[in-house]
């Protein structure tokens, strides 16, 4: 079985640095892209962001570019997000899913992991 | 506001059909297939329906999916309580900023 499981939720500071992970299962995981959606509380879904680690190319969305780093490590099958110095705004769940090898404009996103809680607050 | 245009709310009695359209333009819809996503209350979204029409395994033939020019939709039948979550559209953007797009959700209410 495809399995995405997320670290658990996180409270941080403004200002502070985070990573959360993504650990796959049950699949070639330098094969597929891997990477994050956004989802503030009550609103909609946002694409972050993918890297694709059999290469370890990445591809931002525009409104994410230089405001995260996604990265992933082969060998343990694991995906991060990372934030240098978070702000109140990035208070939010953030979902990682992966998509079918292909043109990162091509696929869909399937499977979902549980998501992460990340509270950003003073 | 989102780049795929989706009506926020929708509803219907047990048993009834109900669709939920998803509009958007060229670089997105018109260039590209559609997804759509369910996000049931309190849970991760769920992949539903890919390539405009097909559905994964799992997926009851209850759901259905199509897309014509710039719009989507996702069609319902045979409404259960069960299916009362969010539903979201997505397709690639082949705009200047290439990007993933979602539609603003639209909350299925089982009356």
């Known amino acids: 079985e495809v399995q995405l499981v997320q670290s658990g939720a996180e409270v941080r500071k403004p200002g502070e640095s985070l990573k959360i992970s993504c650990k796959a299962s049950?699949?070639?995981?330098?094969?597929?892209?891997i990477g994050w959606v956004r989802q503030m509380p009550g609103k909609g879904l946002e694409w972050m962001g993918f890297?694709?680690?059999?290469?370890?190319?990445?591809k931002y969305s525009p409104a994410f570019q230089g405001q995260v780093t996604i990265s992933a490590d082969k060998s343990i099958s694991t995906a991060f997000l990372q934030w240098s110095s978070l702000k109140a705004s990035d208070t939010a769940i953030y979902y990682c899913v992966r998509k079918p090898a292909a043109a990162a404009g091509r696929g869909w996103f399937d499977p979902w992991g549980q998501g992460t809680l990340v509270t950003v607050s003073s | 506001q989102s780049v795929l245009t989706q009506p926020p709310s929708a509803s219907g009695t047990p048993g009834q059909r109900v669709t939920i359209s998803c509009s958007g333009g060229s670089p997105n819809i018109g260039s590209n297939t559609v997804n759509w996503y369910q996000q049931l209350p309190g849970t991760a979204p769920k992949l539903l329906i890919y390539s405009n029409g097909q559905r994964p395994s799992g997926v009851p033939d209850r759901f259905s999916g199509s897309k014509s020019g710039t719009s989507a939709s996702l069609a319902i039948s045979g409404l259960q309580s069960e299916d009362e979550a969010d539903y979201y559209c997505?397709?690639?953007?082949?705009?200047?900023?290439?990007?993933?797009?979602f539609g603003g959700g639209t909350k299925l209410t089982v009356l």
């Open positions: 997505a397709a690639w953007d082949d705009s200047l900023n290439e990007s993933w797009v």
């Open positions: 890297t694709f680690p059999g290469d370890s190319k990445t």
């Open positions: 049950g699949y070639n995981f330098a094969t597929y892209w």
